[in-house]
Each structure stands twice: as structure tokens, then as C-alpha cells.
T-cell receptor, first 112, second 117 residues
Framework: KNQVEQSPQSLIILEGKNCTLQ??????????LRWYKQDTGRGPVSLTI?????NTKSNGRYTATLDADTKQSSLHITASQLSDSASYIC???????????FGSGTKLNVKP | GAVVSQHPSRVICKSGTSVKIECRSL??????MFWYRQFPKKSLMLMAT?????????EQGVEKDKFLINHASLTLSTLTVTSAHPEDSSFYIC?????????????FGPGTRLTVT
């Protein structure tokens, strides 16, 4: 069964701290994995996209890693800011299929 | 980056009426658009895949006569919620896939908040 599991479900951190969000998947065959940021009441915005051969990709303070062997990905946020408060969604695409598998998201709350 | 718009952003309607939501790709052509529904504190749930010039493909459990989808052009898809009921109240999000892009990138709209009273 093609699934995407994210952890933790929610997370509270203090402004300026770092955090790491996890994504495990069983989607096969694998094409790519994306991390999205979704602010409350808004549509998701792409942060990173990684294909099978990529291990890490950065976008500003966001760094995503991918281990295609263990089917795990992480999103590391450095020096968090209040504006990082949002839901972070991991989405895996199946190879050659027009289908996306969504994780349930991690709700991040950055407090001053 | 690619921009997808949705209209309206918020709509309140009475039970039994129909509501149309538009999804437009503003700076690219989209042969495929997707419609999602999102419940509070939950992730997106794919409702249907909309292909330009052909009938939409609905996910299991989604009533096609309830949620009418029309993908009339390469930049516009519409979702009509027919005979809306309070349980249809939700956040509806569309996404569009760039026809030319080599990756399977999809760009999301800002969402439409539907409230049925």
C-alpha cells in the first residue's frame, strides 16, 4: 500500500531554535518527494523537490534530506522564525503516474 | 514561480444551492488540474483529476454528480458543488500541472473556503 507518514503530528519550538520534521514513505516505484509549507487558510507552497538521486537540497533556512534506500526524508528548519509557523506536508510522487501521495502534515508552532 | 488563482476565496451559500469555484493557471498552460478537499487539521484529500477537453477522473467515494468538474481550457477548471449541504462545508484547493515542465510539479491555488448554512 502506498503511504506517506509524517512525524511528529505537531511541534512547538521557541523562536531561533532548530527543528527537524520526518517523513517515511512506502510509495513505489518512487519518482520524487516534495516538502510543502501551508499557512492556515492558504494553499501549499513548494519548499523543495528531490528525485531519487538527490540526498539533500536547501532552500534558505530549509534543508531537506532524502534516503531512498530507507525511504525516509527529513526537513530541517534552521533558526526558526515566527513566520515558520505553519503545516509542513510531505508529498511523494509515484514514478510515471499522475498521482501524488500526501502525508498528514506536521503542524509547527514557533513561539516568541 | 507559476501562479494559480482561485475564485472566490470565500463563499457562504444556503443549503440546496449550487456554488462554482474557479481555478486558473495565470502564467502557464495546464493540461491537468487537481481538486482537493481539506478538513480542519487534516491533509489534502484528492477529489478528482481534471484533464483539459475530457471528463474528470474522480477518486473513490467522490460523487461526480455532486461535484461537477469542467476543464474547458488549458488555463481554467471549475468545480461546481451542486445542491450544497452543510457537510460540504470545507476548504477546497486546486492545483495545476505545467504542460511543458519536465518534472511532475504541481502548483497550488490559495484555496476556497466554502460554508453552507
Amino acid at each position: 500500500k502506498n503511504q506517506v507518514e509524517q512525524s511528529p503530528q505537531s511541534l512547538i519550538i521557541l523562536e531561533g531554535k532548530n527543528c527537524t520534521l520526518q517523513c517515511n514513505y512506502t510509495v513505489s516505484p518512487f519518482s520524487n518527494l516534495r516538502w510543502y509549507k501551508q499557512d492556515t487558510g492558504r494553499g501549499p507552497v513548494s519548499l523543495t523537490i528531490m528525485t531519487f538521486s538527490e540526498n539533500t537540497k536547501s532552500n534558505g533556512r530549509y534543508t531537506a534530506t532524502l534516503d531512498a534506500d530507507t525511504k525516509q526524508s527529513s526537513l530541517h528548519i534552521t533558526a526558526s522564525q515566527l513566520s515558520d509557523s505553519a503545516s509542513y506536508i510531505c508529498v511523494v510522487t509515484k514514478y510515471n503516474f499522475n498521482k501524488f501521495y500526501f502525508g498528514s502534515g506536521t503542524k509547527l508552532n514557533v513561539k516568541p | 514561480g507559476a501562479v494559480v488563482s482561485q475564485h472566490p476565496s470565500r463563499v457562504i451559500c444556503k443549503s440546496g444551492t449550487s456554488v462554482k469555484i474557479e481555478c486558473r493557471s495565470l502564467d502557464f498552460q495546464a493540461t491537468t488540474m487537481f481538486w482537493y478537499r481539506q478538513f480542519p487539521k487534516k491533509s489534502l484529500m484528492l477529489m478528482a483529476t481534471s484533464n483539459e477537453g475530457s471528463k474528470a477522473t474522480y477518486e473513490q467515494g467522490v460523487e461526480k454528480d455532486k461535484f461537477l468538474i469542467n476543464h474547458a481550457s488549458l488555463t481554467l477548471s471549475t468545480l461546481t458543488v451542486t445542491s450544497a449541504h452543510p457537510e460540504d462545508s470545507s476548504f477546497y484547493i486546486c492545483s495545476a500541472r505545467d504542460r511543458i515542465a519536465s518534472t511532475y510539479e504541481q502548483y497550488f491555488g490559495p484555496g476556497t473556503r466554502l460554508t453552507v448554512t
